[in-house]
């Protein structure tokens, strides 16, 4: 009993330095990010602010005692369903416990936990789950340094449902705990742990989810195929049964609004922005030091999948030394394969040149239903980034034990190589410098005095994603949120169903109209705004995209004909300007 104990207590200290050394890396690797908690991180300005309502949402429907998994003041007054929205619900827990303070405090605070929180947590459960294979400590720790502080990982910090990688790699490790499990009562306990990974996975990333079924699938079929007579055991199939049923009786809320989404929405296929199959093997001007060092090499756009030269450097040792589990070494490189051929998206790209080159991935989108909801097989070489730092921690465990230094030496070689890991992956962290976006106050007043009322943003096929954010300040409805499933369908309900949308998108026309249509037509927008409470408008200024300029003042000129009047300008500093408009007269 007491040689268990010491093993648990070794095993909790082992994890505790691990997410130390992941968050002292992760400190060099996004300077200065570290210095600035009480700064909302300003980089993908408008995934900051998605999340930062879904952070809002998860509260809301605590205190308010609703599903969150549904809406009525997103698209107002239609209800929607937010089952494949980007919500990553389990982040949201550090914005609850943090509610009370002001939402100045408490949001910004939140998303720099969660930051941290995934830096750690990444490499944490990298480090279990390499050492679940069998992997050395040093060969464990080294392989979730290379994920945590992976370009990707680091890209997006900010897109919650991608820099959760935590939770995918989490899976795995309960999977593979699943599968080595011995007896009957352990296996039960696998499978609640697997059960209760999955379900913060699916609430967390479709996309990693959808990762996690191609990965595990991949190891767990090649471990049953390599132990056949595990079939032969009962606790195969209580663990089987424990993750299931834990992961029904967790996620069934979640299940039901995924079935109802399924019947209530037509499918909407998105197009496939098949990526620069060269991108894996150059640096973007967003890595500083490679950008700094290496200037003719590095691609003139942001890039990051570019995982960096010492992880090539290092999987290829591990790869040809990885010598005491050959089929866990080829069961990876399955995995890295599926991702790079899934990467390469659905017509060859190469360079930035389009060469109609058909793709194995464009038989398996079209094989394959769920596939065409997928817009960015980019997001694939994440299996093949797996590949890359499981080999990677075995390289340098080769390396290690290969060199013959004196133990103050090797000590320092051990110090020195994450700090250089960190530093060849040093984000361009500009944006973290800017200061908490604040937002416009005459906008945030107009949406406060009148309880009850809705918000709408022209024009209306701009991205709204700020609108959120409004929401979370006033609790006020809107009609054109941006999400990329619902949107199509449901944003401008209002307009659309009274016929007003495209004359709203072309507001010029309206001048056009003889002057008896343009007298009804007012009156039926009037009517329209009237009946959905709509009673605050803003339109956006600073829009410099080519031909939107008149748009703007047609969309003004509208407004003022029909009977709305401009109340005021956003007060500056803020993240948009625009006027902001109330029914009267002008």
Known sequence: MANAANQETTKATALWKVAATCIALGAITTWPLIRFPLHLPADSTTDTFLFSWSFWWLRDSIVNLHSPFYSSILFYPEKANLALATLSLPYGIFYVLLSWLPQDISIPVSFFLVIQFSIAATGVAMFLFCREIGFSNRAALYSGIFLTLSTIHLENLTRLHLGCMEMPIGSLYALLRLLKSKTVREAAWNGIFLGVMLTLLALSSQTYSLHFTIIGGILGLTYVLRNKSMLQHPWVYVGAGAAGITFLVLALPYLIALKE??????????????????????????????????????????????????????????????????????????????????????????????????????????????????????????????????????????????????????????????????????????????????FPQTLERAARAKPGSVVMGLPP??????????????????????????????????????????????????????????????????????????????????????????????????????????????????????????????
Not at 504 to 518: C, H, I, N, S
């Open 261 to 438: 989404f399924a019947g209530a929405y037509p499918f909407l296929p998105l197009g496939t922005l098949d990526p620069d199959v060269t991108r894996p093997f150059r640096p973007g001007v967003n890595q500083t030091t490679f950008k700094l060092l290496f200037p003719w090499w590095t691609m003139s756009v942001h890039n990051h999948i570019f995982p960096g030269l010492l992880i090539y450097i290092f999987a290829g040792f591990g790869f040809f030394k990885f010598k005491s589990n050959v089929f866990a070494r080829w069961t990876f490189a399955l995995i890295g394969l599926v991702g790079i051929m899934f990467y390469a998206g659905t017509h060859l790209n190469f360079g930035g040149t389009q060469t109609g080159i058909t793709m194995p991935y464009h038989y398996f989108k079209q094989a394959i239903p769920i596939l065409q909801a997928d817009r960015a097989p980019d997001r694939y070489f994440f299996l093949a980034l797996i590949f890359l730092c499981v080999m990677a921690g075995v390289g340098v465990d080769y390396a290690f034990s290969r060199v013959h230094l004196t133990p103050a030496r090797l000590k320092f070689l051990a110090v020195l190589l994450p700090v250089l890991i960190a530093f060849e992956n040093h984000w361009d962290a500009n944006r973290f410098q800017k200061p908490s976006l604040i």
């Open 461 to 586: 096929d701009l991205d709204s994603k700020h609108t959120f954010f409004l929401q979370v300040r006033t609790g006020a409805a809107i009609v054109d949120a941006d999400y990329p499933r619902l949107s199509p369908i449901l944003r401008y309900a209002p307009l659309r169903h009274a016929g007003l949308l495209d004359l709203f998108m072309e507001p010029g026309k309206l001048r056009g109209y003889p002057v008896e249509q343009q007298k009804t037509t007012c009156e039926k927008i009037r009517k329209t705004l009237a009946e959905n409470r709509i009673e605050t408008i803003y339109v956006i200024d600073d829009v410099y995209k080519a031909g939107y300029q008149n748009r703007i003042a047609e969309t003004r000129d509208l407004l003022r004909q029909c009977g709305w009047k401009r109340i005021d300008t956003v007060d500056p500093p803020s993240f948009i300007l625009a006027s902001v408009w109330e029914p009267g007269t002008n």
